[in-house]
């Protein structure tokens, strides 16, 4: 019986880890001109300048970051200006937060051929996790990454988008980098908004 537990709970771990795709959301205000937005620079308020940010302590992943975002931008078109006017300026946030997951009890519901008191034939059975009919709680860590669009005429953040999902570990920094990169291109496919 402590085998099936320790298989079960090895289950619900992998089920968790299997939906650590990341979950993309985008919003954005639709009175901003976006058709007319050409070019950016990256906001002096980024990540490097908020204290608790993720980014703030890890320079090397927000500057890839910076990277992937520029890359995807000029692939659409945007120029980036290091002086002089622009449309639109660029800001990257991330947290990370610990989460907690129930998986609902360990419960196998399985049929069985035998003999009961009235002859031969089914019946059902099931049995409960030996440590009790109770859920299991697994922890794990949630990053988060944020791209902010603001347009440089009101100020106001034009566009949104934030990726959500399981963090884990690399076994090395190339692994890291090509997550990043997926991560931003999926953030910014939706960047700039169509027209409704």
């Not at 954005?28 to 002096?44: A, E, I, L, Q």
């Not at 991330?94 to 019946?123: C, D, K, L």
Request: glycine share 8%; with cysteine; aromatic share 12%.
């Amino acid at each position: 019986m402590r085998i099936r537990s320790l298989i079960l709970t090895l289950v619900a771990l992998l089920t968790l880890a299997g939906c650590s795709s990341y979950s993309i959301v985008s919003d954005y205000d639709s009175n901003m001109p976006f058709g007319s937005h050409k070019s950016y620079r990256w906001s002096g308020e980024g990540a490097a300048g908020i204290g608790d940010d993720v980014l703030a302590k890890n320079p090397l992943i927000y500057k890839h970051i910076k990277n992937a975002v520029d890359r995807e931008l000029r692939a659409k078109g945007f120029m980036l200006k290091e002086k002089g006017p622009v449309d639109f300026t660029v800001a990257t946030h991330a947290g990370i937060r610990e989460r907690v997951a129930v998986a609902p009890p360990a419960v196998i519901f399985s049929y069985h051929q035998g003999y009961y008191r009235r002859g031969h034939g089914y019946y059902s059975s099931f049995w409960y996790d030996p440590y009790g009919p109770y859920p299991r709680v697994m922890y794990y860590e949630e990053g988060t990454l944020v791209i902010d669009i603001i347009d440089t005429k009101s100020e106001n953040i034009a566009w949104r988008g934030v990726a959500s999902g399981i963090l884990r570990d690399y076994e090395s920094t190339t692994g890291m980098h090509r997550e990043i990169d997926t991560v931003v291109t999926r953030v910014l496919a939706k960047f700039p908004p169509v027209s409704r």
